[in-house]
């Protein structure tokens, strides 16, 4: 698997991973201002593709902020047929190395345990096993799910 910064041919690819967790997150496709922050994104180097050794289609994309100390997760998606082969873990790590700088803290809001998506994602364990802990309640998705933030130090 490779990880690089995704380009502008990517994006429609992005498009698709976003209909396929829809469900979870809530309407993006018909947000123009989800297509604006994949499109600033990938402008600014702040956007990762995965894809697989010799394929061209990104199985997975991550979109991430910095205002040192403190770096956002914006999104990070691992397409359906893709899941649980590493291509999450692969990205983040390929985002921490690339894109943060210690000493700092990262965040990500993710579902809320109470939330559908949380167990059916794995998102919430993902984000542990990578050593984030789970902080203070977020604001609820626009699909009115709750949501968690989680946070990893960094040094």
């Known amino acids: ?46 956007a990762l593709v995965a894809v697989a050794t010799g394929g061209a289609e990104p199985l997975g994309g991550l979109l991430f902020g910095a205002k040192p100390p403190v770096y956002h997760v914006h999104w990070l998606v691992v397409s359906e047929d893709a899941r649980r082969q590493g291509a999450g873990r692969a990205l983040m790590a390929d985002a921490m190395s690339r894109l943060v700088r210690g000493p700092g803290t990262v965040e990500v809001v993710t579902f809320g345990a109470d939330h559908t998506g949380a167990v059916a994602s794995g998102a919430r364990i993902f984000y542990e096993k990578l050593g984030f802990t789970p902080a203070e309640p977020a604001d609820p998705g626009p699909e009115g799910g709750s949501r968690q933030m989680y946070r990893k130090v960094v040094v």
């Open 1 to 46: 698997m490779i990880i690089r910064l995704a380009r502008e041919q990517d994006v429609p690819r992005f498009m698709e991973l976003a209909r396929q967790v829809e469900h979870w997150f809530g309407p993006m496709l018909g947000d123009p201002g989800f297509r604006d922050a994949v499109d600033k994104h990938v402008r600014r180097d702040a």
